[in-house]
């Protein structure tokens, strides 16, 4: 079993930024993707941002963003801890949802309980 426990989010301002970061423990094997995702009221949830795991050490890791986010969001790991960040520059109003961390592997999605990010303009 996996567990992802969120940190960070809350209020930011237009143009700000805010730090989200993501938690695993349990079994967590190499060769996973851990991401994510968000879902605004009345919306469905849609990636953010993805970042995966090579399988062999030393290898190194690739990245996918949602074309919204390119350029203003860093999606970053520290594969020692299992933990994922995304660092959110440059926020717009229309980045409010609530985040969720997410991690799949070996055919299995797992999710974070989801933090609220809420930007104001």
């Known amino acids: 079993q996996v567990q992802l426990v969120e940190s960070g989010g809350g209020l930011g301002q237009a143009g700000g930024s805010l730090r989200l970061s993501c938690a695993a423990s349990?079994?967590?094997?190499?060769?996973?993707?851990m991401g994510w995702y968000r879902q605004a009221p009345g919306k469905q949830r849609e990636l953010v941002a993805t970042?995966?795991?090579?399988?062999?050490?030393?290898?190194?890791?690739?990245?996918n963003y949602a074309d919204s986010v390119k350029g203003r969001f860093t999606i970053s790991r520290d594969n020692a801890k299992n933990t994922v960040s995304l660092q959110m520059n440059s926020l717009k109003p229309e980045d409010t949802a609530v985040y969720y961390c997410?991690?799949?592997?070996?055919?299995?999605?797992?999710w974070g309980q989801g933090t609220q990010v809420t930007v104001s303009s």
């Open positions: 997410a991690l799949n592997q070996r055919g299995t999605d797992y």
């Open positions: 349990g079994s967590i094997f190499r060769g996973n993707v």
């Open positions: 970042i995966t795991t090579p399988f062999l050490g030393g290898g190194g890791s690739s990245t």
